[in-house]
């Protein structure tokens, strides 16, 4: 079936450290990716998203791209702040004809100390 | 921009008794609206499609007498938890899209239920 899986957190780094946050997903035809953020106490917020393969989405210094040959769609931030502080999401539509169904990653928890 | 707003944030019920939520498309007509459960430390899980107009679409595993799904316009759709047990408690969201079948969507920021 179709199913997206991501790293188990939390992730704990420094600012300015480095983030990769992985997303692999398995899923029949040609979904689009999306990366969800959720802060504390509140919805989620679309990140990023890419529609077909290759396409690289990007949006305040995160950005991921959309493998097909891996079925991958890494989260990465060259220099994260506290303030990215939040649970990331990896979420894929497009299947089973409805494309605004969301399938979801189980979230990753991003915790940045100062 | 795109604006759904859930109305109660939060609420606290009795165990038997009925909660209704509201999502509700701030500036835009939505043709379809999503509704999510949240379990704490967990991922979303899709519970139905509400399209306006029209029956609820359930996912295989949520009963829908027990969480009832109401789409009657194309600013507003409801979710009515009846007879709440505490098993029921858990964060619910809606998203809503203003185009049919399209990547669109815009979320709630949620609805933590607490029954007791």
């Known amino acids: 079936g179709n199913s997206v899986t991501q790293m188990e957190g939390p992730v704990t780094l420094s600012e300015e450290a480095f983030l990769t946050i992985n997303c692999t997903y398995t899923?029949?035809?040609?979904?689009?990716l999306f990366w969800y953020v959720q802060y504390p106490g509140e919805g989620l917020q679309l990140l990023l998203k890419?529609?077909?393969?290759?396409d690289k989405g990007s949006n305040k210094g995160f950005e991921a791209t959309y493998r097909k040959e891996t079925t991958s769609f890494h989260l990465e931030k060259g220099s994260v702040q506290v303030s990215d502080s939040a649970v990331y999401f990896c979420a894929l539509s497009g299947v089973d004809g409805n494309t605004g169904k969301l399938i979801f990653g189980q979230g990753t928890t991003l915790q940045v100390k100062p | 921009g795109a604006v759904v707003s859930q109305h109660p944030s939060r609420v606290i019920c009795k165990s038997g008794t009925s909660v209704k939520i509201e999502c509700r498309s701030l500036?835009?007509?939505?043709?379809?609206m999503f509704w999510y459960r949240q379990f704490p430390k967990q991922s979303l899980m899709l519970m139905a499609t509400?399209?306006?107009?029209?029956?609820?679409?359930?996912e295989q595993g949520v009963e829908k007498d027990k969480f009832l799904i109401n789409h009657a316009s194309l600013t507003l759709s409801t979710l009515t938890v009846t007879s709440a047990h505490p098993e029921d408690s858990s964060f619910y969201i809606c998203?809503?899209?203003?185009?049919?079948?399209?990547?669109?969507?815009?979320f709630g920021a949620g609805s933590r239920l607490t029954v007791l």
């Open positions: 509400s399209n306006e107009g029209s029956k609820a679409t359930y």
């Open positions: 998203s809503a899209t203003r185009f049919s079948g399209a990547n669109v969507l815009t």
């Open positions: 500036d835009f007509q939505a043709t379809t």
């Open positions: 899923a029949t035809g040609y979904p689009s």
């Open positions: 890419a529609t077909k393969a290759d």
